[in-house]
């Protein structure tokens, strides 16, 4: 997820893209696994794949109606997963990532 001169992006991107495929998703540890994989994805301009993250249906990445990122019955409330989410998508709204096109997003202060 994070910029610099020195990052293989090429490189980066085929081990993002080989993590999506590769991964299993239903036993990752946490619900921060997919917003890093979307801020990883927003750096590298594939702002769909970075949604596609976001908006994975697994387990993990399901937040309950009062905001809190499930994990199982005994973790309703996984704060990693919140944080990563909120991280996320304030970088993608800023010049920081980005989103699709058709998507109108609107930040304070921007």
């Known amino acids: 997820m994070l910029s ?3 990052i293989d992006k090429d490189v980066m991107l085929q081990t993002l ?3 999506k ?3 299993k998703w239903e036993t990752a540890w946490g619900g921060w696994d997919f917003p890093m994989c ?3 994805a ?3 301009g594939e702002l769909e794949l970075a949604v596609d993250f976001l908006l994975m249906e697994q387990g993990k990445n399901t937040y309950l109606i009062n905001g809190h ?3 199982h019955d005994a973790l ?3 704060l990693p997963g919140n944080g990563g989410l909120l991280t996320a998508v304030a970088m993608m709204a800023t010049k920081w990532g980005g989103f699709p ?3 109108e997003v609107e930040y304070e202060g921007g």
């Open 69 to 71: 990122n499930y994990q």
């Open 101 to 103: 096109e058709e998507w």
């Open 38 to 40: 979307a801020m990883t």
């Open 42 to 44: 927003a750096r590298l």
């Open 21 to 23: 495929e590769e991964w």
């Open 76 to 78: 309703t409330a996984y």
């Open 17 to 19: 893209h080989k993590v």
């Open 4 to 6: 610099g001169e020195l």
